[in-house]
Structure formats: structure tokens, C-alpha cells
């Protein structure tokens, strides 16, 4: 004999309410508007007993309490209240759940690279060349089964940006129009200053990548979709220094790696100062530094001085300064006043 799923006899058990209680809400429906006396007596209780259902029925919403007495609300509204209430309830079950499944797929991914580790040797492949490390990116992107490919990278140094900027942009530019790469980038703050990063950066950008600066930048990697991973043959040095020698290894799990540590360094970095969010900061920090006070800035801007303040404090926040004299000489060395 299957066991059948039991239904509650009392449709308002599901909505929180007890028998006892479902009564007395009847009761006071009845009598619309009664003291506990009056319903103690209605329900032939101890008035202490339907003092207290009657406070829970108060908080459940589905009457009201004026100068001693206990008023019915209409019932479409009082229970759509807590229905509603149940709704959201099982709306946020529901959105947990989904985020549950989500996260399979994640766990899936851990599984494969987990086996391929245990099961199988690590595909790694040496290279030398700038033209090829450029060129391979574009080559597994073409030969992708489902592209755009997310390409993350980490530039450390100023020699390797040079020859980025110079170069090797282009194609990668090309093949995020073309929707084969997405490209995002964290560079060194410095090499902003260097001659065509900035357009060529703000070319890579419109095409549909991001970048991001660092103070310093540990080492050049990257990763290409979840399956290639690039590796410096010295790990913290610079590229033309050694040839550009670098290694090709197709396993997750190190893309898996490289990637949370790109993550950890997304975190940190800050946007391009050109693409700065607000250009109310960047437009007072420039005022000020003509020599402008508050009042003058307001002024010129248009706004408030308690505006101006605002954008002060937005700046110090977002370069990490102690001092507007600190949020100046910051804003400064990473490019925001050119």
C-alpha cells in the first residue's frame, strides 16, 4: 500500500494557524469587535489562554487590537496578507534551490578536473615567441566549438606592454569584434603613461574588453576559456627578457587556479582613470588642482559645495587617500588629470 501524501484537514493549518486558533479568529469574524472577555466567553476558555492566541493572531496580522477590544479585519484581506507572506517564503525556498542546481555545474567542473588530474597526464606544450603566444590565443579562439572565449591576462611589466601596444593588440581587438574573445586585462599603472597603451587600450575596451591597474602585477599568465592556461617560463619575469618562452598547459585545474588568482587581483585593481565612473571626481580633483577652492569649484561645476565635499570624500575612498593633498598626487600618477 503506497503512502499517500496527507492533506491537512484545516486549510488554514498551511498558513500557520492551529485549530484553537482558527476558531477563535471565526469568533471574533463573528462578533467583529469584542474584548477578550467577550471571546473568552464566546470560546469557553480561561481568558489568559485566548489572551495569548488572540496576541499571535495580532501579530500574524489577521485582526486588530484597539483600546482593549479585538477588531475583525476583512478576511481577503488579513489572510492574503499571510498568504503573501507564504509566497515570498517559498519564492526565496524556490531562488535557493536554483542557486543549488546552479552551483552543480561548478561541482561538475571540479569533478573533471579532479579526475584528469588523478587519471591523466598534464598537456603541456613549450613555446617561444611573441608572435606565437599572440597568434595561439586567436588560433584556440577560431578553432572554439562555442566562442566568445574568456580570455583573462596579467601584464607585469612595461617592456611587454610596449610590445602589446605596438604589435600584438590588434589581432586581439579583431577577434573580440569578430566575437571570438573577451579579453580581460590587468596591467600596471605605470604603463598607462607609456606611448599608444592609451589608445590602444581604449580600442581594446570598445570592442568589448576591460582592464584594470595594478600598483604591480606579480607575473604575466593567462588564461584562455576553461581548458588553457599560459605560463611564463620564469614566473615574475618579464617576457622579452627571456624570449617570450612561455608554457601552454591544457588542464583545468590550473586554469581553474590561475583564474582565482586573477579574481583575487580583479578585486584589488581599480578601473582606467579615463573610464573612471564618475567624472565629477576627476572634474573637482582637476580644480583643485589649478588652486581652487570649494566655493570656486561649486561654482564653476554648477553644484553645491556639499557636492564638491561629496566627490572629495568619493575620491579618497576610491584611491585610498588620507588627505585630499594624497587624493591629488594619487590621481595624478594613475593618468585622471591628463
Not at 496576541?55 to 496578507?81: E, F, N, T
Amino acid at each position: 500500500m503506497h503512502n499517500q501524501p496527507q492533506i491537512a484537514s484545516d486549510p488554514f493549518e498551511t498558513l500557520g494557524l492551529d485549530p484553537a486558533q482558527t476558531a477563535l479568529y471565526s469568533a471574533v469574524l463573528r462578533l467583529h469587535r469584542a474584548t477578550r472577555s467577550d471571546l473568552a466567553q464566546a470560546m469557553d476558555g480561561p481568558v489568559d489562554m485566548v489572551g495569548r492566541q488572540l496576541d499571535d493572531l495580532v501579530k500574524l496580522g489577521v485582526i486588530d487590537v484597539q483600546s482593549g477590544q479585538y477588531l475583525a479585519r476583512h478576511p481577503a484581506a488579513a489572510l492574503g496578507r499571510v498568504i503573501a507572506d507564504r509566497l515570498d517564503h517559498l519564492a526565496e525556498e524556490s531562488r535557493r534551490i536554483d542557486s543549488a542546481l546552479g552551483s552543480i555545474r561548478g561541482l561538475i567542473r571540479d569533478y573533471d578536473a579532479g579526475r584528469d588530474y588523478r587519471s591523466g597526464p598534464f598537456t603541456v606544450e613549450m613555446a617561444s615567441g611573441a608572435d606565437i603566444l599572440y597568434e595561439s590565443v586567436v588560433g584556440i579562439a577560431v578553432q572554439s566549438q562555442s566562442p566568445p572565449l574568456k580570455l583573462v591576462t596579467a601584464i607585469p611589466d612595461e617592456r611587454t606592454m610596449t610590445d602589446f601596444a605596438r604589435k600584438f593588440a590588434d589581432p586581439w581587438i579583431d577577434a573580440q569584434k569578430r566575437n571570438l574573445l573577451t579579453v580581460h586585462a590587468i596591467i600596471p599603472v605605470s604603463t598607462l603613461l607609456l606611448p599608444g597603451v592609451r589608445d590602444q587600450l581604449t580600442s581594446l575596451i570598445d570592442a568589448g574588453g576591460m582592464v584594470r591597474t595594478l600598483d604591480r602585477v606579480p607575473s604575466w599568465f593567462m588564461t584562455v576559456g576553461p581548458e588553457v592556461a599560459g605560463l611564463p617560463a620564469h614566473w615574475g619575469g618579464n617576457l622579452p627578457d627571456h624570449a617570450y618562452n612561455f608554457y601552454l598547459v591544457r588542464t583545468s585545474v590550473v586554469v581553474g587556479v590561475l583564474c582565482s588568482l586573477f579574481d583575487e587581483l580583479w578585486a584589488r585593481a581599480v578601473p582606467l582613470p579615463w573610464s573612471h565612473r564618475g567624472d565629477g571626481v576627476t572634474q573637482v580633483l582637476r580644480l583643485a588642482a589649478q588652486g581652487l577652492c570649494d566655493e570656486s569649484i561649486a561654482r564653476q561645476l554648477g553644484v553645491s559645495v556639499r557636492t564638491v565635499r561629496a566627490r572629495f570624500a568619493d575620491a579618497m575612498t576610491e584611491l585610498g587617500a588620507q588627505s585630499r593633498f594624497h587624493a591629488g598626487v594619487e590621481a595624478a600618477r594613475r593618468g585622471w588629470l591628463r
